[in-house]
């Protein structure tokens, strides 16, 4: 299979179900086997996942991409090795962040419930437009990319969690920012803006939020 055809959903899904790292190994660049240069579309994938990750406070290093040859056997051990090594030394996912287990499935449901917006911003305003390795890095770790990346999918990443933590029952602010690990005044914002759309309310009762 392409590795352009590894979708942000397998990935998600994978962490969803326990795995502690997942690996994507693909054509080395300008050797496509067949001919789509998929392996920069799951380059641009990978990347923009691993912004995901740490935006949620999980170590982006638990996803890894590589790309050899049919006959870089050596080369496929040493990267296996090396990465299952990696994976070990992080610990389990979630523990090994300091995030508790509710904490962990709320995040992962909310940037899996947003999958279909974000492709569509990825194809839009977060893909590079060339074949080029160097340039594909080089834009994502620019502050064109932050910006970019915060304006279109940050925003919508932490209402999202908001929602799905509120589906297990009422919450202070306080209690959400730590939960989410923002700031009050952060959870606060988005719950305004989210209160405008009718997406949750304010229990006056009991002094904290609901979904509407």
Known sequence: MCSGRVD????????????????????RYNECNFGTHGNYHALN????????????????ERLRIETMSAGDGTLF????????KKVK???PLGKG???????????????????PYIRLVERERLRVP????????????????NR?????????????QIISLLQEGPLTTGEIAKLIGLTPS?????????????FVRYDEGRKCYALA
């Open 89 to 91: 030394e992080l610990g």
């Open 186 to 198: 952060e959870v606060s914002r988005h719950l305004n803006s989210s209160s405008r759309q009718r």
């Open 8 to 27: 942000l959903s397998f990935v998600l899904r994978a962490f969803s179900n326990g795995m502690d790292g997942v690996f994507i190994g693909g054509c």
């Open 77 to 84: 051990a040493e990267v296996m090795n090396e990465f299952g």
């Open 130 to 145: 060339v074949k080029s390795e160097e340039e594909i890095l080089n834009f994502f770790t620019s502050v064109e990319f």
């Open 148 to 160: 970019l990346f915060d304006e279109t999918v940050g925003e919508k990443l932490a209402i999202s």
């Open 45 to 60: 994938m990978v990347l923009l996942c691993q912004k995901i990750m740490e935006h949620l406070g999980l170590n982006p």
């Open 97 to 115: 962040e300091g995030i508790d287990e509710k904490a962990l499935k709320s995040k992962l449901e909310a940037v899996t419930n947003l999958v």
